[in-house]
């Protein structure tokens, strides 16, 4: 089971993982939550990945294709809480030319005009 909790925000939808390690067997959860949140209609989306040191690969191909489907919908997806490790990864595979990150919440939430 992954740890994962939903918040709003005025009109912006939080995800938090509660993970330090976020890998492939996690991933299903996690996108199914964003998921939700797209076909409920809540397309201003927010992750916060505060406590999370690592991501793998799979998890990349994973916040690419939430993007998309975001994006798709007419939403924004962004990343709040980015620490240096996985700003590393997410810029060695080039995912933060498409994924907005914000070092904290309240900017990220500021961004989103909500």
Known sequence: MMKLKTDQSGGVSIVRVGEERMTYPLLGEFASAVSE??????????????PVTYVDSATIGCFMDLYRQVTAAGGRLKLSGVQKRVETMLTMTGAQNFIELHADEGSAITSFGA
């Open 37 to 50: 949140l797209v076909a409920a209609g809540r397309l201003e989306i927010l992750i916060d990945l505060a």
